[in-house]
């Protein structure tokens, strides 16, 4: 399973990159604007900053939600650098917008799904990537696990080549869940991927190693 971070936050960024498990970021307009990235030409340089930091993919998102526009903004992310995908929101232009890019060599990440059914479409628009959103869907107190685990299931049955991608990821647990359910990728905050690390029998045995080598070598 690749590691994506969902930020715009270019210390964040450097932090997971540095772990050396970094497969990818992940933005959308609400994390651009969390970091005060405003104004055409600045987004087009925050992304170009983020696709000079890391080797993979980068979504960056369009903000019209009509085919004409959403193409003529896409085409111009997909010029900043050969890791770009362009995220396109799940809705009939994007469809369309999504199928047109396949054609054209453009990769994609369908965002903003929350049924098995646009999860089908995308995959027949040639989604790169399709973004369920887990945590969004907990909050409505469904199951955001179980989407994954029936995309996956649909995916494998049918052939299709979309990875899924795990997003609004907010717990390390969702992580481990989103693994076992069949993502092909999960996408959160560096906070939920550094909570992986922990366990207290982990903290309680290196104090233990650490204090016999002091005690045997004092
Ligand atoms: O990747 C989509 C994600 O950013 C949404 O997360 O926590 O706002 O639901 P959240």
Known sequence: ?????????LDSITEAKDLGILDGVTTNPSLMAKQGISGDKNVLDHYK???DLVEGDVSAEVISTDFEGMVMEGERLAEIAPNIVVKVPMIKEGIKAISHFTNRGIRTNCTLVFSAGQAILAAKAGATYL??????VDDLNWNGMDLIHDIA???AIQGFDTEILA???RSSLHIVQAAKSGADVVTC???AILGLLNHPLT???LAKFLAD??????
């Open 203 to 205: 903290d309680i045995g």
């Open 189 to 191: 905050p560096l906070k």
């Open 167 to 169: 997003a609004s990821v």
């Open 213 to 218: 080598h002091k005690k045997a070598n004092s």
């Open 153 to 155: 299931e649909i995916y």
């Open 49 to 51: 900053k983020i696709c």
């Open 131 to 136: 973004s369920p959103f887990i945590g969004r």
């Open 1 to 9: 399973m690749k590691f994506f971070v969902d930020t715009a936050d």
